[in-house]
């Protein structure tokens, strides 16, 4: 055969092993696809905006509830600034622009497939109060639409890539051997074109061959690896199941079974630490015994080393959010309860007691109100300081709480004064409640709060509820009040209700003659 036809003759089986060789690296991708190693970059670029825009509105919303208009007009302009945003806006409810920054339009809305514009709605306890608009740089890939998706983009670009690769140089292969070479030398050239590291062992783990993918790591010849052991080298599993467990071509060997994806590190001192997905497959004699092993290393370093990166960005965003909800939580109890004894402030009281009657006229269940009032506390302050008056009131206000249920709401209504709600009561049951308070302020206060001059420390009460003619909360409360004003008339240290006359009073017969 001439060299001219032998030329020839060579395309058709170069092309051939070439479309082979590139269907089995399409295949190689597909599975690695399959098996998660092939990260999607605009996967993690969509849920890395998703993420953003969660963050932007929980913080939105945070400074919308505090009325922090130029801290929200400072957050959007720093999303335009540092190019996270192409343009964003905000809209008051009222359709007025708090703001405006770079290139966005303000008719556009959100579309569901729309990964390029969000409409963020800002709603807090109070109401609505407006809405932000951002738009996104456009999450443009290298290919053209129809290649989109990652997986078929990469498996298209390696088909095409590897295919006159492959073609050409096996074309070359096949022109420049012997026809009648032996066969060992066309297969250590073609594992030598492959991206991995590919190592033929013998049944000792020495080393027969190996190819530059796999000898790089250690900046030697491939012929110069021949012979070596290749458990001499360092190394370790990323995540071993014991420490003594067997490397994979090891275990390989010892069971004539496949080992697949095991991850294992190896550390050099030229390339420091790389990490592998491992796959061995042994090959057996006649009479099947292992006789050697053909060991792949896939190298993972920069995928596994981008996922834990990712995992640890996504705890600190998830500890930043929970130390935002923490100082949320404190910061709702500094603005609901009294400092001094950690009961309701009277502006939060007074929305709840608003909630618990409007609840109570529709559904016509039960409400009762009760007044308490420290009594001779005047005294008290003048004689022995705003210090122990502070502790009387803390005290009382902890007595008062032992007394109510789970469901009632007990305010600080002012200086020595309390007012209890008592959702689903009528005034006969929460007289029995605020004669347990009332007693039990009289057996324990003077315990709690020793004054020399002052033998016992006593409270007072008024009690109503909506079967009393009222209609509104002030009603209520004035009626209550009323009620308290009769009990501090009629001798201090009793329970008084609410009635159009005056208020029936609960007379204790022991304590009248105290002031």
């Not at 959100?110 to 963020?120: C, L, M, N, S, W």
């Not at 012997?178 to 030398?185: A, C, H, I, L, N």
Request: charged residues 25%; hydrophobic residues 45%; contains cysteine.
């Amino acid at each position: 055969m001439s060299a001219n036809a032998y030329v020839t003759s060579a395309l058709l089986p170069a092309l051939r092993i070439g479309a082979m060789l590139a269907m089995l690296a399409v295949a190689a991708v597909i599975a690695a696809a399959a098996l998660g190693l092939v990260p999607d970059r605009l996967a993690l670029q969509l849920a890395e905006r998703t993420r953003t825009v969660d963050l932007l509105a929980y913080t939105a919303r945070q400074f919308a509830q505090a009325d922090d208009e130029p801290a929200l007009e400072s957050l959007l302009a720093h999303l335009v600034d540092s190019g996270i945003a192409r343009g964003v806006y905000a809209q008051r409810e009222d359709g007025s622009l708090l703001t405006v920054h770079g290139a966005v339009d303000l008719t556009r809305a959100t579309r569901p497939a729309d990964p390029d514009f969000a409409v963020i709605e800002l709603v807090t306890p109070r109401g609505a109060w407006g809405r932000l608009g951002v738009a996104f740089p456009p999450l443009a890939g290298l290919l053209p639409p129809a290649l989109a998706h990652p997986l078929l983009g990469l498996s298209v670009f390696v088909g095409l890539i590897c295919l006159p690769a492959f073609t050409l140089y096996l074309r070359r292969v096949l022109t420049t051997q012997d026809p009648t070479s032996v066969m060992p030398e066309r297969v250590r050239t073609v594992m030598n074109a492959l991206v991995e590291g590919v190592v033929l062992l013998d049944a000792r783990q020495r080393i027969v061959h190996s190819n530059w993918a796999f000898a790089r790591n250690f900046d030697t010849p491939a012929d110069e690896m021949r012979g070596r052991s290749l458990s001499a080298f360092e190394w370790r599993y990323l995540r071993a199941e014991r420490p003594d467990e067997p490397l994979p071509w090891d275990l390989a060997l010892q069971t004539g079974k496949t080992q697949i994806d095991r991850s294992i590190v190896l550390t050099t001192a030229t390339h420091g630490r790389r990490i592998y997905s491992v796959n061995v497959t042994p090959m057996f004699d006649s009479k099947r015994q292992p006789r050697g092993a053909l060991a792949t290393f896939d190298d993972q370093t920069l995928v596994v080393e981008k996922n834990a990166a990712l995992r640890k960005a996504l705890a600190t965003l998830d500890r930043q959010r929970n130390e935002i909800a923490k100082q949320n939580e404190e910061l709702k109890g500094l603005a609901t309860r009294d400092s001094l004894t950690g009961c309701l402030n009277r502006r939060a009281f007074l929305e709840i007691f608003e909630a618990e009657l409007l609840a109570a006229q529709k559904r016509g269940y039960g409400l009762a109100c009760l007044m308490c009032d420290i009594d001779a506390f005047k005294l008290i302050n003048d004689t022995h300081g705003h210090s122990t008056g502070d502790r009387v009131i803390e005290q009382a206000a902890r007595l008062l709480q032992m007394a109510v249920r789970e469901n009632d709401h007990i305010c600080r209504y002012g200086g020595e004064e309390f007012c209890v709600l008592l959702p689903g009561l009528s005034s006969s049951e929460a007289m029995n409640i605020a004669e347990r308070m009332r007693a039990t302020i009289e057996a324990q206060m003077t315990t709690l709060v020793r004054l020399p001059d002052i033998p016992v420390v006593t409270a007072s009460f008024g009690i109503t509820d909506l079967q009393r003619g009222a209609q509104t909360l002030s009603e209520l409360i004035d009626q209550a009040d009323s009620a308290l004003y009769r009990s501090k008339e009629t001798g201090r240290n009793r329970v008084t209700v609410f009635t159009a006359t005056g208020g029936r009073i609960r007379h204790l017969p022991d304590v009248r003659s105290r002031s």
